[in-house]
T-cell receptor
Framework: AQSVTQLGSHVSVSEGALVLLRCNYS??????LFWYVQYPNQGLQLLLK??????LVKGINGFEAEFKKSETSFHLTKPSAHMRDAAEYFC????????????FGTGTRLTVIP | KAGVTQTPRYLIKTRGQQVTLSCSPI?????VSWYQQTPGQGLQFLFE???????NKGNFPGRFSGRQFSNSRSEMNVSTLELGDSALYLC????????????FGPGTRLTVL
């Protein structure tokens, strides 16, 4: 069965500092992985996805993530945090059963300190 | 293209009542998935409909049901509401292929009193 684990339910960074949000996956086969962002009172917006092409995936708003099979990780990074990045971030893995559903991590709330 | 729309955005119901939520997917998308988001359980998959057929179902009681119409719009119904059903219900649409992205709507916030 597939699953993802997000380390750190809350992360605080200063504006302009590096953002690093951690996600580790568990899957018996190469997974399809996603990062979504959720702003208050809104739905989920896709930041980026890994579908077994390039291991370094670039997304929207300056975010990127690197797939590391040896570490079973798919951490999300951004070189310089902006105030507008304050939100909740979810890592997700696609079901391998042929069904079209995602398994989500528990989320990481990012706070950006001015 | 217009995004995924969900109606209503907010609902307040009392225990024992039933509720119907609606989701209109992105034009051309044939797959609609429903998720429940709560502070305690996080984001959990409810079910997916593809071409009017339920293709997959999560681990929820039978009080949770859904359907999809020929225009791909989907409805979700919860009968005999319980306090624990209070949640944000999110709908996601996609083309239905395995590598396709799921696009989420803004959600319906259900409060059960």
């Amino acid at each position: 069965a597939q699953s993802v684990t997000q380390l750190g339910s809350h992360v605080s960074v200063s504006e302009g500092a590096l953002v690093l949000l951690r996600c580790n996956y568990s899957s018996s086969v190469p997974p399809y992985l996603f990062w979504y962002v959720q702003y208050p009172n809104q739905g989920l917006q896709l930041l980026l996805k890994y579908t077994s092409a390039a291991t370094l995936v670039k997304g929207i708003n300056g975010f990127e993530a690197e797939f590391k099979k040896s570490e079973t990780s798919f951490h999300l990074t951004k070189p310089s945090a902006h105030m507008r990045d304050a939100a909740e971030y979810f890592c997700a893995v696609r079901s391998l059963s042929g069904a079209n559903n995602l398994f989500f991590g528990t989320g990481t709330r990012l706070t950006v300190i001015p | 293209k217009a995004g995924v729309t969900q109606t209503p955005r907010y609902l307040i119901k009392t225990r024992g009542q039933q509720v119907t939520l609606s989701c209109s997917p992105i034009s051309g998308h044939r797959s609609v998935s429903w998720y429940q988001q709560t502070p305690g359980q996080g984001l959990q998959f409810l079910f997916e409909y593809f071409s009017e057929t339920q293709r997959n179902k999560g681990n929820f009681p039978g009080r949770f049901s859904g359907r999809q119409f020929s225009n791909s719009r989907s409805e979700m119904n919860v009968s005999t509401l319980e306090l624990g059903d209070s949640a944000l219900y999110l709908c996601a649409s996609s083309s239905g292929t395995f590598t396709d992205t799921q696009y989420f709507g803004p959600g319906t916030r259900l409060t059960v009193l």
